[in-house]
């Protein structure tokens, strides 16, 4: 009774899919452009923050000139990774030129 084809259908076995190069640079530059977000906007905040306690007797726009300015650098720096071609982490800022 096991050579005798069942009405069910063949399924074959499924390769686990692989993203393509262009998605997984992209994906990598999302990553470290919202990761840049988050670090020099806390960096420029607290910074505000400690210029607010020291030398502006509390106010609040020190804290959020601070927090506009870490997160300006970010945007520029994700501007810049985003309009560039496509690079590989790892490479320290340089440009790859091909041959």
């Known amino acids: 009774m096991a050579d005798t084809p069942s009405?069910?259908?063949?399924?074959?076995?499924?390769?686990?899919?692989?993203?393509?190069?262009?998605?997984?640079?992209?994906n990598d530059k999302w990553d470290r452009?919202?990761?840049?977000?988050?670090?020099?906007?806390?960096?420029?905040?607290?910074?505000?923050?400690?210029?607010?306690?020291?030398?502006f007797k509390r106010r609040k726009w020190p804290a959020l000139v601070g927090l506009g300015f870490g997160l300006g650098r970010a945007y520029e720096e994700a501007d810049v990774a985003f309009k560039n071609g496509p690079t590989?982490?790892?490479?320290?800022?340089?440009?790859l030129v091909r041959s």
């Open 7 to 26: 009405n069910e259908p063949r399924l074959a076995p499924v390769a686990p899919s692989s993203r393509p190069v262009s998605e997984a640079l992209l």
């Open 33 to 55: 452009a919202v990761s840049s977000a988050v670090i020099r906007g806390s960096l420029g905040l607290s910074f505000g923050v400690v210029f607010s306690v020291l030398l």
């Open 88 to 95: 590989r982490s790892g490479t320290n800022g340089m440009r």
